[in-house]
């Protein structure tokens, strides 16, 4: 929930309501409207606009549109895309995790904005963007799209980062300086899509102020996510939030086609992550101190504003702090000595709290004792992680190759595999085969219901900010009982994101069989032939030759 609205309101930099449009045809006049003879702004050669709808399930949007629910959203859009068969979130399938990988192209352990709640072991400090997204700005290590424009207008709406943006709208002033996404937490979600209208509106009359059209516009859509949260996505009014989006970005690419700038825009269409449903929640701080009877702090609140010695004396009596990340997914840090500064090795995790009694029962196995909890990843050093559930145990390798690439091992040290990859016989000796490049796992796994986690889990540990363990919750399950839905863990339906382009030089219906949210900045830098400083570098790879 946001708690400083005054801060945000200062983002939005111009208020140009004031002043009539021109080339408004006696419209409604907070309506975005372009007159394609009298635009009174200059396209720049290759503008692009990112509709970033949260939480958006791909087989619940693809459902309704193929249902006929969504006319403006096909001929404009849908129709003329190419799209991507099985696109996958990073790991963990939270917001801001995949907000900033989807305006990066970097890995959440790259870009350092490693989920919406962290705990970071050598700072002693716990951040929480759901209570302050600004700093998200500032802990955003990575240029995001807005900084490779830097020589460009561009703009951003109800974005959860927006460093570097120049038109950067969360308000207007006929929502009383409402933000869209106050409007989407208080589940006003006609306002939401109402807010929206106005803030198009506000770019269209800040570009004929400016006398140009934003080079990349990124558009936020909370609403869908809210309402997988507050009602599940297997519900009817999920499914109506979903089918709302023909009202909001259906009248925008109405607009822009009366305009004349449809052939000119490159359109994409994507979201963070999936959802969910969770009928069944679970305590899980509870059940840790019950389970394990060691001090265990359950931080979610903001403390990088006290003094270090105020963060020095709150965590170091614990032995162990559990963030919730998010509604499915948790993680958990745990001081093996006096300090919090060396981690824990797989032995001293697996023996997790030690003393006397518990020989024999690993951590995860006491973990796994929860049946709200489907998969426990546990860190092994710096090249490999375990992988513990139900059906057995198995271990991620990570192994360097030439030119400084890297291969991930997968082997089933006891029981099945707890990914189930290799219930698919062929699947089964690619694995046998040895290491795989990152790729080619994202290739052969997509269609599964753990798309993409080997390589995913084995990167995600690559940041101080993962902790320890990865607790995921089973099928069903959440960690909050307000919400009848949530994300987070590696399911199918929560990793899977629609992302859909089109523009010029891309071929209608060309399908993309997999690729992952962090390509989408290097494929829309290629598509539009942006030059960048030659040193950026992209944990995604561009897929914008298959789009052709
Ligand atoms: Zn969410």
């Given amino acids: 929930m946001p708690r400083h609205p005054a801060t945000i309101l200062g983002l939005a930099l111009v208020s140009s309501l004031a002043v009539p449009a021109c080339g408004v045809l006696g419209l409604d006049a ?62 963990p399938s939270l ?19 490693w989920s919406n709640v962290w705990f970071d072991r050598d700072q002693l400090l716990t ?10 700005d500032s802990d955003l290590v990575r240029p995001s799209m807005f900084e490779l424009y ?8 109800a974005l959860p980062f927006k460093r570097a943006s120049k038109i950067s709208l969360a308000s207007s ?51 869908t996510d809210n309402t997988g949260h507050e009602e599940g996505c297997d519900t009817e009014k999920y499914r109506k939030a979903v089918a709302n989006l023909e009202a909001g970005i259906g009248e925008v690419l109405e607009t822009l086609a009366n305009g004349g700038m449809l052939e000119t825009l490159t359109i994409v269409l994507t979201s963070d992550h999936g959802h969910h449903p969770t009928p069944r929640s679970f305590q899980l701080d509870e059940f840790l101190n019950n389970e394990l009877q060691v001090p265990i702090l359950h931080a979610e609140d903001n403390d990088g504003d006290d003094s270090y010695l105020d963060r020095f ?8 702090v559990l963030i919730t990340n998010g509604e499915r997914v948790a993680s958990l840090h745990l001081r093996r000595g006096e300090s ?5 090795g797989l032995e001293e995790i697996l023996a997790f709290p030690g003393g006397a009694g518990r020989e024999g029962s690993t951590l995860p196995d006491r973990l796994l004792n929860a049946s709200a909890l489907g998969l426990i990843a546990v860190r092994d050093g710096v090249d490999a992680v375990r992988v513990h559930g139900r059906l057995g145990v198995a271990a991620i390798e990570r192994e360097r190759v030439a030119d400084g690439d890297v291969a991930f091992r997968y082997r089933v040290l006891s029981g099945e595999d707890p990914l189930e990859y290799r219930r698919d016989a062929r699947l089964a000796s690619w694995i046998d085969e040895g290491a795989h490049p990152s790729r080619e796992w994202l290739a052969a796994t997509a269609e599964l219901d753990y798309p993409d986690a080997v390589p995913q889990l084995s990167m995600a540990f690559d940041h101080v900010r993962s902790g320890d363990v ?18 987070g863990a590696l399911a199918r339906e929560e990793m899977l994101v629609p992302l859909y382009i089109a523009g010029p030089g891309i071929r209608s219906g060309a399908e993309v069989p997999a690729a992952r949210l962090v390509d989408l900045v290097p494929t829309l830098i290629e598509l539009v032939g942006l030059e960048i400083p030659p040193a950026t570098r992209f944990d995604g790879v561009s897929f914008a030759p298959l789009l052709r």
């Fill in 150 to 157: 830097e020589n460009d207008l561009t703009a951003s709406v």
């Fill in 127 to 136: 951040r929480n963007y759901d209570d302050d997204c600004e700093r998200a």
């Fill in 470 to 487: 990865l607790l995921f919750a089973a099928p069903g399950w959440g960690f909050s009982d307000e919400y009848a839905g949530g994300h």
């Fill in 173 to 223: 002033a006929r929502s009383a300086g409402r933000l869209a996404w106050l409007s989407w937490a208080f589940n006003r979600k006609k306002d939401a899509d109402r807010i929206l209208a106005e803030q198009m509106y506000e770019i269209g009359e800040q570009a004929r102020q400016i006398g140009e059209w934003p080079a990349f516009i990124a558009v936020h859509l909370p609403a």
């Fill in 95 to 113: 917001t801001y995790t995949n907000a900033v990988s989807m305006l990066t192209g970097c890995w959440p352990s790259s870009h350092d904005v």
């Fill in 340 to 344: 919090w500064r060396e981690r824990p």
């Fill in 313 to 320: 004396e709150r965590y170091s009596p614990q032995r162990g």
């Fill in 30 to 91: 907070d309506v975005l409207s372009i007159d394609a003879a009298r635009r009174g702004f200059e396209v720049p050669a290759r503008p692009v606009i990112v509709f970033y709808v949260d939480g958006l399930r791909k087989d619940v949007f693809e459902t309704l549109a193929s249902n006929g629910e969504m006319p403006r959203l096909r001929r404009h859009l849908l129709d003329r895309a190419a799209s991507v068969r099985s696109a996958v979130a990073s790991v």
